[in-house]
């Protein structure tokens, strides 16, 4: 007996395959990040040669560290709304707005295709932030 697939609104084939490529790029900036935090990249702080580094050269390092750490924690929050909306695209309620549930217009969904609000609502959200 054959699983049953469901199968992806043709309409929706355009923003998955975007999806995937955004997916893509996402995960191999990580992965990118990842090694050059791990010393792959110009890190002084393997020097063994007993010359002690300049406090300046250290704050510069820590300085870089810190901010590839918080790129990466950007993209894997970002990593984590792609792959949301892939699985709404599975679930079959992709292009609907989270909170009012009505249609998100092709435009937005092209600009940003992991949103998960309209605009009207995006705009109500941040407002109640402020």
Same mark, same amino acid.
């Given at each position: 007996?054959?699983?049953?697939?469901?199968?992806?609104?043709?309409?929706?084939?355009?923003?998955?395959?975007?999806?995937?490529?955004?997916?893509?790029?996402?995960?191999?900036?990580? &992965?990118? $990040?990842?090694?050059?935090? /791990?010393?792959?990249? =110009?890190?002084?702080?393997?020097?063994?040669? @007993? *010359?002690?580094?300049?406090?300046?050269?250290?704050?510069?390092?820590?300085?870089?560290?810190?901010?590839?750490?918080?790129?990466?924690?950007?993209? &894997?929050? $970002?990593?984590?709304?792609? /792959?949301?909306?892939? =699985?709404?695209?599975?679930?079959?309620?992709? @292009? *609907?707005?989270?909170?009012?549930?009505?249609?998100?217009?092709?435009?937005?969904?092209?600009?940003?295709?992991?949103?998960?609000?309209?605009?009207?609502?995006?705009?109500?959200?941040?407002?109640?932030?402020?």
């Amino acid at each position: 007996m054959a699983t049953k697939r469901k199968r992806t609104n043709p309409k929706l084939e355009p923003y998955k395959k975007l999806l995937i490529k955004i997916k893509e790029q996402i995960t191999g900036d990580i &992965r990118g $990040l990842s090694d050059e935090n /791990n010393g792959s990249g =110009n890190d002084r702080g393997g020097d063994v040669s @007993g *010359h002690a580094l300049h406090m300046a050269d250290v704050a510069t390092d820590m300085y870089d560290r810190e901010f590839t750490l918080g790129l990466a924690a950007n993209d &894997r929050e $970002l990593l984590y709304q792609v /792959n949301e909306a892939l =699985n709404r695209i599975d679930e079959g309620n992709y @292009g *609907h707005c989270s909170l009012c549930k009505k249609p998100i217009p092709a435009t937005r969904l092209k600009a940003i295709p992991h949103t998960q609000t309209c605009l009207k609502c995006q705009e109500l959200m941040e407002s109640k932030r402020r």
